[in-house]
């Protein structure tokens, strides 16, 4: 009998002994996050937390916010079970009804990474939502089974995010339901703390950084053709016709600069496209797509243009003005929604709005102009051409 008791113990003991390693087997300086993030984290600082009844469960969060670009770049490491769920919130009352969280589930397929909207307390309140956390990359989850944890990882502009710079991180896990939905945590499986980033530069040249840089200069060159050197070009066309044809070629230089422009802009748009979350960029990249497709059959109408006395050419004419005014129409829509997507700096903001400003009084003073001088050149009907007179005509 006191074998069989010493046996228990001893395994007893050997199971305690096992779960001791495996929790202290993790932390902050333990895990290798070269492969768990598809960003550098070199420089990430970590804290750990601790989760559940007694204390029963680790959380840790890696983080740092980015001095130049104030986008925060985060790796979650939770534990996790298949059926259950691990997930980081940011609230700004600490509260969960009206946050937004990044949960990781385990699944048969894998771990997964998923925007929640908290809503309310109950399941059917807590569902998958886009557009709450402006996010640059990610949310993404790799499982390690070894550990038995679920690592999230994702980079998020949480001045821009909804809320807007949280005060408090809420962690917590429970039980998954079918599909999408989540079971409530427990009130012993959840805690908030604030929520406070160290600062400084990521490591490795900030994948952040580069987006930032990237989407500066799709916005430049966009801004330049579509927003400067287009429309001018187009005035040059409307106002300028008595420079014939010093009016023509000049018209011809400005669209040309501004077409090569706007297929550097695209080529940087696509290339930025790989990095931001596609629920981002539905409207830009639509409408941008649309007009992009309108200066492509500007340029080529120009190979079936007909000649000045042919009989269609007054047809060509409309089809011509009219597609370019309504790309440039749509361009400055296009443009905005760039600037707000990416929550441009106000000197960006600014400098487009004063180039549209400029452009918009130039447009309504050339246009009061060129009425006056169509005005003047105007026949005047002769009076004595429209009494009713009887007129001999012809022999007789």
């Known amino acids: 009998m006191a074998i069989r008791d010493g046996a228990r113990l001893g395994l007893s003991l050997f199971v305690v002994l096992c779960v001791v390693v495996r929790v202290s087997g993790q932390g902050c300086g333990n895990v290798d996050l070269s492969s768990k993030a598809s960003f550098a984290t070199g420089n990430l600082q970590c804290k750990s ?11 840790y969060i890696w983080a740092l916010k980015d001095n130049g670009t104030q986008v925060t770049s985060m790796v979650v490491g939770a534990p996790i079970t298949s059926g259950t769920w691990a997930g980081l919130g940011f609230s700004s009352n600490g509260q969960m009804v009206g946050s937004s969280a990044v949960i990781a589930a385990l699944t048969s397929t894998g771990a997964t990474a998923t925007v929640y909207a908290l809503r309310s ?3 059917s309140g807590v569902a998958p939502a886009t557009g709450l956390l402006n996010l640059e990359s990610g949310p993404m989850a790799i499982y390690d089974q070894t550990s038995g944890y679920v690592y999230m990882s994702f980079q998020v502009n949480l001045a821009t995010s909804t809320p807007a710079n949280p005060t408090y991180l809420l962690m917590a896990h429970g039980q998954r339901g079918s599909g999408t939905t989540l079971q409530e945590h427990t009130s012993g499986n959840r805690i908030y703390v604030g929520a406070e980033f160290v600062t400084g530069q990521v490591a490795g040249n900030s994948g952040v950084a580069r987006i930032d840089r990237k989407s500066k200069i799709h916005g430049s060159l966009n801004i330049l053709g579509w927003g400067l050197l287009l429309p001018v070009g187009a005035m040059v066309a409307r106002y300028a016709r008595a420079l014939d044809p010093c009016w023509f070629y000049t018209h011809i230089a400005f669209q040309v600069v501004g077409f090569a422009c706007v ?3 695209v080529a940087t748009g696509v290339d930025i496209a790989k990095y931001r979350m596609p629920d981002q960029l539905d409207a830009h990249r639509g409408l941008g797509i649309f007009i992009f497709v309108l200066a492509i059959l500007q340029v080529l109408a120009l190979g079936l243009r007909p000649k000045v006395d042919a009989k269609v050419r007054k047809y060509w004419n409309w089809y011509h003005h009219w597609v370019g005014r309504l790309a440039l129409f749509l361009a400055v829509i296009n443009i905005f929604l760039g600037l707000n997507m990416s929550h441009a700096e106000r000197d960006f903001k600014v400098g487009y709005i ?3 400003s400029i452009e918009l009084a130039a447009f309504v003073i050339l246009e009061l102009l060129l009425w006056l001088r169509w005005n003047r050149q105007r026949p005047s009907p002769d009076p004595a051409s429209s009494q009713d007179d009887f007129h001999f005509g012809g022999n007789v």
């Open 354 to 356: 004063s180039i549209l």
């Open 263 to 265: 297929i550097a802009g």
């Open 121 to 123: 307390q109950t399941p």
């Open 49 to 59: 937390y601790s989760v559940g009844a007694a204390n029963s469960n680790q959380f």
